[in-house]
């Protein structure tokens, strides 16, 4: 078992390894939970559920915790306010205290639910992640981003809370669709580009980019990945401004997640569509080499990544979306773009024909 | 004009004089909004918007900067999340930026909601407070509180968002309803009662103590109140400790409010009623002296607030909301309880009966 520190305020640990989701209950004492208040409200959703709760419910109980459990519809259409009121209906039904935990025993949707619902409770109560996809291992069970959807855009609402713990149990991705893993592939490659060149040389190195990797490699590699969240969040807590390159292809991802109704790419798609598009820019902007752009692509597609954006799509509402982004600032469009395998900056001023000509370039 | 600072990360000035509202642009641009966005949002109620807005959106104006205006619907029972939503909506409408500004001018109710819309909003913008109603300029717009009703619970949602302004214009009082000047009395005796011996003296000195006094007077009354809660806040930003005696009256007071339906007492006497609880409580447990008490229970009624429970009002119906109060810790009812005129203490073991009997008393 691997233990990551994030070193914020206060300082809480991702543990890794496999079969810890049967031995949270002591975990979450390691961390000083339940000394106050026995209660932990566990959020999930039916399939999850009835694969890993019950086990996980019993170790709570064997530590002295008092379980209650809740199942929320799943897939980011339920990211609502009226999802998130489920929370806090539960949260009174069963008399949370401040000093009870709420657990995300879930992927990335309900865990930015759960930890919204947990930042606002009371004005805030302990939060454990407990993610069981990938993209909630090496990215949104880390960091403390929680969050709902706006009806017209995505994650408008939310706030930062970090978690107490994050137990990330690599054998729960058994269960996961195949097309889920495949998205958290274009995160882990993000990472690959603006953080860690040895992780995306490993990437390269494998034989396939899919699930069928051994166990043992594809721990290594949510390790990697957790840890490059792990040490950019330390850093910066709340994005104040390295903590921004870990947006890199979100810029775009999100314009066209917003402008296909999130019905044609899910996130990881999008933003593997992002990482093109800000890769072209890069090399455009002559600040990174073409071969590495290459190299990119290269991984994109081995990971079976989208690489092409409809050409029925239109760019001018793309462009307007790219306007409604959070990440906007007086009115300019922030792009992270790659300078090296492993490094990546954040720019301001891209010129808006730039910003056409890629997205031109994944239409053709 | 005074200033008094809240000493929190990021530290935040509350300005304090009469006209300091006509002069809002240029408070804001002292602690540095407007720098990157110039956008401001202004969330305020009709009545309130009608004396106010104009000149205050022209000294927006004046400042550079670019202000929207929202009308709420006044009062409590509209401190919900569907109010909430009118908020983010307009932030959605505008555009707002993660550094465009929310401006509250208001009384608590729509403050506390814009706060938490701030705290909320792309994980949180800047907030400023201008309070309109006496209970706003001497508590909700001080030390961060945000948040809204469940439908079950007061200000069960929430959040600590700190503004960065507090500005605070004594002459908008002209215009408050005299119930909320009497209830907001309430707080100003809690205090004189939890923290500053002198200003429990001075309201003691007073020929009367309603809105008939003169604005100097007034203006040396919200000081003192305003740096209280600034003291206090500075010392604890999260209530881990010495801020819960804030909390002054408000065990019982919240658990009076609910039983009745929030219809028969508003916030500030049913605190006056947790007040004289409180005060026969700490007599019981030999904590303070009966003269105190009187003292107490003299101002009380000298500020007209009210001194007896309903005597239809159920005993039970009060202990099991005390039980949902959002400072329950491990089951435990917490009471804050006076020691001396100036100074007080939080107790979590204040046996049943003594409860009971405290009850008993107000409903006599």
Chains 1, 2 share one sequence.
């Not at 190195?205 to 590699?221: N, Q």
């Not at 290459?294 to 081995?302: G, M, V, Y």
Request: glycine share 8%; proline share 7%.
């Amino acid at each position: 078992m691997t233990v990551i520190t994030v070193a914020v305020h206060p300082p809480y640990p991702i543990v890794l390894g496999r079969g810890v989701r049967d031995r949270l209950g002591a975990e979450m004492q390691n961390v000083g939970l339940g000394r106050h208040s026995p209660k932990v409200l566990v959020v999930s959703h039916p399939t999850i559920a009835r694969h890993y709760a019950p086990r996980l419910l019993t170790s709570l109980q064997n530590a002295g915790f008092e379980p209650y459990e809740l199942r929320l519809p799943p897939g980011e259409r339920y990211k609502t306010a009226a999802t998130l009121q489920k929370i806090y209906d539960a949260a009174l039904a069963y008399r949370l205290e401040r000093s009870s935990a709420m657990v995300a025993l879930s992927g990335g949707v309900a865990g930015d639910m759960t930890g919204f619902a947990a930042a606002t409770w009371l004005r805030g109560i302990p939060l454990v992640q407990v993610p069981t996809s990938l993209l909630a291992m090496v990215d949104s069970a880390i960091g403390g981003k929680t969050g709902i959807n706006h009806p017209r855009g995505k994650n408008l609402i939310g706030a930062f809370h970090q978690p107490r713990l994050v137990a990330i149990d690599p054998d729960v991705l058994a269960t996961l669709p195949p097309r889920e893993f495949r998205t958290a592939l274009a995160e882990v490659i993000k990472y690959g580009v603006i953080w860690d060149a040895d992780l995306f040389a490993q990437l390269e190195a494998l034989p396939t980019l899919d699930r069928r990797m051994p166990p043992a490699v594809l721990e290594a590699i949510i390790y990697k990945c957790a840890l490059a969240k792990a040490q950019v969040v330390s850093q910066d807590e709340k994005e104040g401004g390295l903590r921004a390159i870990l947006n890199y292809g979100h810029t775009l991802g999100h314009a066209i997640e917003a402008v296909t109704q999130y019905r044609v790419f899910n996130h990881g798609e999008a933003v593997a569509l992002g990482c093109l598009a800000a890769g072209f820019i890069a090399v455009e902007l002559s600040l990174w080499s073409a071969a590495d752009n290459q190299r990119q692509t290269a991984l994109i597609r081995k990971a079976k990544l989208p690489t092409r954006l409809p050409a029925t799509l239109a760019a001018a509402d793309l462009r307007l979306a790219l306007q409604a982004d959070k990440k906007v600032m007086a009115g300019q469009v922030r792009f992270v773009l790659p300078k090296a395998i492993g490094q990546a900056v954040v720019v301001d001023q891209v010129p808006a024909p730039t910003i056409e000509r890629a997205i031109a370039h994944l239409q053709t």
